[in-house]
């Protein structure tokens, strides 16, 4: 059981990281971006072709991909996303529909859909004896990794005065404006934002995870549901929901196989019926 939970952490791991970043675009520009799973997908296809054409290391994919395709966000955010906010919330919802799929068959046409290997990097090769049991080291070093990267996230919104305007306006945008905020000029670095932490996860699931070009696509949906659970817009309820979700997904696979694929469901549909806003949600916002 133990074992089986901490496979839930290292899946939550991906669902935190991802959320983060879909919670902190709604958020800010109220856009339920749909082609974050694509974007997570070219996370890890990024890291493949360093490797396979560059001969770039896991590591130097770690730290160059992740900004380079938030910089594709920045500039999908000032071409098209930024034009479309102020009509009604459906066209930005179908653009970013359209363009996640249109992302997926590039990279279907491209590599097909056979899965593409990636090895793991050296040294997180081997497994590492947690006491009760034996787990893979590079399992390890994900959870670990993403655990430090919403820590220091939350420390950046939290601690920093740059972070408290971004939170203000995440979190309760109309106020911000109310006393002053700019919130406009923060959207697109946002935006970039999440999209780099969505192709942060990639890079780190290339190594453990089939590399294919419905990887997003099997992956947001339970994202969105994370999302909802944690409470549209909420930071702190997005990452907490995450790694929650994973070991509920990871104990309900071992304990309710015939459930496993539906639990996260269920679990959503529950918590919007007691609390719509979500778990650490705003309520006020649903009145």
């Not at 991802?18 to 996370?43: D, P, R, W």
């Not at 944690?230 to 070991?247: E, H, K, M, P, T």
């Not at 990871?250 to 549909?269: C, D, E, K, R, W």
Request: glycine letters at 12%; a positive charge; one cysteine or more.
């Amino acid at each position: 059981m133990l074992q089986q939970a901490f496979n839930g952490l290292v899946g939550g791991a991906f669902y935190a990281l991802l959320a983060l970043g879909l919670a902190v675009i709604f958020g800010m520009l109220g856009v339920v971006n749909l082609a974050h799973g694509a974007f997570y997908m070219l996370g890890a296809f990024g890291a493949f072709i360093a490797l396979d054409t560059f001969g770039l290391s896991f590591w130097v994919s770690l730290v160059l991909v992740p900004p380079l395709l938030g910089v594709a966000g920045i500039v999908l955010e000032r071409l098209f996303i930024r034009r479309l906010t102020p009509l009604d919330p459906l066209y930005n919802l179908l653009f970013t529909f359209g363009l996640g799929l249109i992302l997926q068959d590039l990279v279907k046409r491209e590599y097909g859909v056979n899965s593409q290997p990636y090895r793991r990097p050296s040294g997180l090769d081997g497994t590492i004896d947690l006491g009760l049991f034996t787990y893979p080291a590079y399992q390890v070093f994900v959870l670990g990794t993403a655990v430090v990267v919403c820590l220091g996230v939350w420390l950046v919104l939290t601690r920093t005065r740059v972070g408290m305007i971004v939170r203000a306006a995440t979190e309760r945008p109309e106020l911000a404006r109310a006393l002053g905020i700019d919130v406009g000029r923060w959207v697109t670095p946002v935006f970039g934002f999440g999209v780099a932490l969505a192709a942060f996860a990639g890079v780190l699931a290339a190594p453990m995870r089939a590399i294919n070009p419905l990887m997003g696509a099997d992956l947001i949906i339970t994202v969105f549901a994370v999302v909802v659970i944690g409470g549209l817009g909420s930071v702190f309820g997005s990452v907490v929901a995450g790694f929650a979700i994973g070991v509920v997904s990871a104990l309900g696979n071992l304990y309710v196989p015939a459930l496993s694929q539906t639990l996260v469901f269920i679990l959503m549909a529950a918590v919007l019926l007691w609390r719509p806003a979500g778990l650490f949600g705003r309520e006020e916002a649903f009145r």
